[in-house]
């Protein structure tokens, strides 16, 4: 098992394009998270899946934030209609089963809005 | 609601010296509370965790942390620092359905030789 990966590990877009970012966790985890880290700061919690499901997107930045899991394996976070403040390091993690497992997070990856 | 702050952004120790990183919570339900270190150019990775178990806990690489409710603190501790031990340090708060995750501003530890 290689661990959690991250698609593109770099992005950079004009404000205003919309972007997508791809997670493959690993591959027998049913929880896949996604977080955003700016910089000096910790990971900051966006939403959640237990296998094809999203049970907490609450903390979603904004309606412009989406995200997906739809067989219950590798996710895909979208952000529409790009802005310069969504800059950041955009984090993908996994675990087995519950929220207390570990969480085995990627590489990340980073996006720059120009 | 939860949150944890993380005292000291930049902790500077030297080799062989006692390893103190604090962390303290705020939590309206009991907590479990996490250390995770995030070594340059790599993800973060789990140092310990608490779950209601023993207020002690172990971790890798020599590190534990104690879960302390009085003080609303799980402050990370190593008694001798590794130059392999420079490294950002979060620490990590969520209530028992693991639902969300808060996570500390971080502190960078830095090891001198």
């Known amino acids: 098992d290689t661990g959690v990966s991250q698609d593109p590990r770099h992005k950079i877009t004009k404000r205003g394009q919309n972007v997508t970012f791809r997670c493959d966790p690993i591959s027998e985890h049913n929880r896949l998270y996604w977080y955003r880290q700016t910089l000096g700061q910790g990971p900051e919690f966006l939403t959640y899946f237990q296998n094809e499901a999203q049970l907490e997107k609450s903390r979603l930045l904004s309606d412009r934030f989406s995200a997906e899991r739809p067989k219950g394996s590798f996710s895909t976070l979208e952000i529409q209609r790009t802005e310069q403040g969504d800059s950041a390091m955009y984090l993908c993690?996994?675990?087995?089963?519950?929220?207390?497992?570990?969480?085995?997070f990627g590489p990340g990856t980073r996006l720059t809005v120009t | 609601a939860q949150s944890v702050t993380q005292l000291g952004s930049h902790v500077s120790v030297s080799e062989g010296a006692l390893v103190l990183l604090r962390c303290n919570y705020s939590s309206s339900v009991p907590p479990y509370l996490f250390w995770y270190v995030q070594y340059p150019n790599q993800g973060l990775q789990l140092l310990l965790k608490y779950t209601s178990a023993a207020t002690l806990v172990k971790g890798i690489n020599g590190f534990e942390a104690e879960f302390k409710k009085s003080e609303t603190s799980f402050h990370l501790t190593k008694p001798s620092a590794h130059m392999s031990d420079a490294a950002e340090y979060f620490c990590?708060?969520?209530?028992?359905?693991?639902?969300?995750?808060?996570f500390g501003t971080g502190t960078s530890l830095t090891v001198i030789p």
């Open positions: 990590a708060v969520t209530a028992n359905t693991g639902n969300q995750f808060y």
């Open positions: 993690a996994s675990s087995l089963t519950s929220g207390l497992d570990e969480q085995y």
